[in-house]
């Protein structure tokens, strides 16, 4: 099985900037996605660090390596980057305040590990279905799990973007890691909210169904500009080709 990755970052429609980075890292079978926040292009520079930082702080897992074992490898790089970017912004007035998402996925032993904070999200793409991997760290999803907003009034909300946790605002942060088992064909998706805010899992299903894999990115960035592009849009698809596929 081999890991084909295909990345797309857009500024958006309504945006000066663009604070989102990703990582496509496939040597290191690691991917990311990061949205960053901050004023005087400090967001800019969180998700930026983020990303490298993350690649960096990787120790690769041995090929026996055990489920728990692997997950804290990739959580401990999470953590090295998180205080990575917090000892930045104290040394810097420039940059202070600034944090970022960080969405992170390791492909060990045909096994996902995700390990996430913010809301930037992951999910996986199997025989015409989507599923959510990731859960929001974000005040609507808090509101939503409490039964006070439906899917559809979060998506609408002006209070959207607030998020609960992120990277950066202080030295030491809760990252939420899972595992998840997966087979050659399917394919993991790592997005910002600047998509995952217009597209819904059927417009995912539908157009990784009908799209090569390779245009999927640029099909659903465009379809989250024309739903409005207020925000900027990233999105990594990593497909888990068996060998027929890689070498077509």
Aim: glycine share 8%; charged share 25%; net charge negative.
């Amino acid at each position: 099985m081999r890991l084909l990755p295909y990345a797309l970052s857009d500024v958006g429609r309504k945006r000066q900037h663009n604070e989102d980075s990703y990582l496509v890292a496939p040597q290191l079978c690691l991917f990311a996605v990061a949205d960053g926040m901050g004023g005087h292009r400090a967001g800019e520079k969180a998700s930026r660090m983020a990303v490298d930082r993350l690649r960096d702080a990787l120790v690769p897992p041995k090929r026996n390596a055990g489920k728990d074992e692997v997950l804290a490898h990739l959580q401990k790089a999470m953590f090295i980057t998180g205080a990575a970017i917090f000892d930045a912004a104290q040394s810097d007035p420039d940059l202070a305040g600034m944090g970022t998402t960080l969405t992170s996925v390791l492909v060990h032993a045909q096994r996902a590990y995700v390990a996430h904070v913010g809301d930037s999200r992951c999910y996986c793409y199997r025989d015409g279905k989507v599923t959510q991997l990731t859960t929001d760290h974000s005040w609507v999803a808090e509101q939503v799990k409490a039964g006070l907003l439906t899917e559809q009034e979060a998506r609408e909300s002006r209070f959207r973007h607030i998020i609960t946790r992120s990277v950066g605002f202080e030295r030491e942060v809760q990252v939420d890691g899972s595992v998840y088992p997966v087979q050659a064909g399917d394919c993991l998706i790592l997005c910002s909210d600047g998509l995952s805010n217009y597209i819904e899992e059927d417009d995912f299903a539908e157009v990784m169904s009908r799209q090569l894999y390779s245009d999927a990115p640029r099909v659903l960035v465009d379809l989250a500009n024309a739903r409005g592009g207020d925000d900027n849009i990233t999105m990594v698809v990593i497909h888990l080709a068996n060998d027929a596929e890689a070498s077509a």
